[in-house]
């Protein structure tokens, strides 16, 4: 359901697996966008507000396609608000703790939900959790806060990689790439040809490159370390992350230096165009791409460092949660219910680009060969991550933000950066 972000994963519920996550959701355009009529409050006993982040064209016209089924099943009346991924993800915060709130949001699950269940301010859908008895354990753990209680329905998940042209490649004469050393020599290859190999798109968007951090670190250092250092029970000055900004800088001289500087919109315009050569980015990305496009997109797993280090792999889970103040929670609970079900998920998968992996684990994914690759791929780890906000807090990403761009412009000065960082993150996990 992600429609960019974080980083940040439908997949899981067919895994098993409890640790999922990428910032998740949609940042891909930088405009505010409203569909419905609805107000961004709540309607008391009248309609369920819903405030979206997905706003790409393809995952808001699936959001919008089933509150239209959903309000003609006449079990209830819902009204969407779709906004801009950077304009939800800072007014969160600000929507939760209103006088009158929107009902019911799409985001996702781990520390950033369960944060907010600890302030009392989601709704419990345990109830809504007593008809899921098929969804696998790890779905329910990872929907549950602290006390117990559910706070979050899965929706989909999805999974991350270096997503290229199939056609370009052949073009280049190139190939996937499985090692570290294979990546280098790829990316050494295409710039000698001319064309930036690795795009990235930080104008608006700097979480994007939490991405490159989080996948070097459970790479080199491993998953556990990795959610550990993000858990305020390592340090970011450590050796151990400093290894991964030394093997980062062997990859900075193949940016596109253009990514530094034009929104995520543009990146993923560039890598359709054969403009740069591939993009460590989520398969929300392909809600953007044009249908015709999709058939030439292939993708490849972050290439392996250590091969003594278990085998991680970043897959999101996206969903919902609700204002625990809202006026009307059953018509809410309701609306989850529908969501949480094989119809609405299919619904979905159908609508969006497909390239998404449903929660409920009788709803069927496409078949398709992109599709087949990254749920295999995903079998194959041994670790999930989220993403780096989903395995930490939304308050912490912003500290990560400001020091890999400041390595990305200043890769001399990581011992400041990473002692900045350091500083930073203790103000976070101090409150």
Sequence with gaps: MSDFDPGRRRFLGHLGLAGLGALGASSFLSACASSASGPTTSNGSGAVTIQSNLSSPQAKAAMEKLIETFNAQGK?????????????????????????????????????????????????????????????????????????????????????????????????????????????????????????????????????????????????????????????KQRFDDPKVKAVFTRWREALPYFDPKGKAYPFQEATTALLAGKTGMFLIGTFFADAAPKDALGDLDFFRFPIIDPSVPLAEEAPTDGFFASAKTANPTGTKALLSYLAGVEAQEAYVKASSGIVLPANPRAKASDSPLVVKGKAMLDEAKELTQFFNRDSSDALQPTADTALTKFIDKPDQIDAILREWQAGAEKVFKG
Aim: aromatic share 16%; glycine share 8%.
């Design 76 to 232: 209830g009346t819902a009204s969407l608000n779709t906004i801009a991924s950077e304009t939800f993800r800072t007014q969160l915060p600000t929507y939760l703790t209103s006088a009158n709130p929107p009902d019911l949001y799409t985001w996702y699950a781990g520390s950033v939900a369960n944060d907010y269940a600890s302030k009392n301010l989601l709704l419990d859908v345990s109830e809504v959790w007593k008809s899921l008895d098929d969804y696998p354990q790890s779905l329910r753990t990872l929907s549950t806060d602290a006390s117990g209680k559910q706070i979050f329905v899965p929706m989909n998940n999805y999974w991350w990689g270096f997503f290229y042209r199939k056609s370009n490649f052949a073009k280049w004469g190139v190939q996937e790439p499985k090692t570290w050393t294979e990546f280098l020599a790829l990316c050494e290859t295409l710039k000698s040809k001319g064309v930036p190999p690795i795009g990235i798109g930080l104008g608006d968007t700097p979480w994007v490159a939490s991405a490159w951090f989080d996948y070097l670190n459970i790479r080199i250092n491993g998953a556990p370390f990795h959610r550990e250092l993000l858990a305020g």
